[in-house]
Nanobody, 119 residues
Framework: QVQLVESGGGLVQAGGSLKLSCVAS????????MGWFRRAPGKDRELVGE????????SYRGSAEGRFTISRDYDKNTLYLQLNNLNSDDTAVYYC????????????WGQGTQVTVSS
């Protein structure tokens, strides 16, 4: 099993930046891909972007494209999400998730970290 712990959330003004981290432990050798998701108040959880764990190739969804950057330090088992030019629509709980050979896509989740953008 893989355990995930996020950190780095907080309160930031519109236009500001934050960098989130997600440390993986446990059966990290089983990780195939990792992703960042978010759930805004009153909305469904959505995929922000994902990265191939070994190759480090990232892709993004929606408004994350061009503003957010996903990276990872493979040796430190750490996933990052750099958030730039934040706006109030980015206020959400951000979760990291790992995809492993276990059944189901993204079958390991962190507890989430709150990002609040003030206008």
């Amino acid at each position: 099993q893989v355990q995930l712990v996020e950190s780095g959330g907080g309160l930031v003004q519109a236009g500001g930046s934050l960098k989130l981290s997600c440390v993986a432990s446990g059966s990290t050798s089983s990780i195939l891909d990792m992703g960042w998701f978010r759930r805004a108040p009153g909305k469904d959880r959505e995929l922000v972007g994902e990265i191939t764990w070994r190759g480090g190739s990232a892709s993004y969804r929606g408004s994350a494209e061009g503003r957010f950057t996903i990276s990872r330090d493979y040796d430190k088992n750490t996933l990052y999400l750099q958030l730039n030019n934040l706006n109030s629509d980015d206020t959400a709980v951000y979760y990291c998730a790992a995809d492993t050979p276990a059944p189901g896509r993204y079958n390991a989740w962190g507890q989430g970290t709150q990002v609040t953008v003030s206008s």
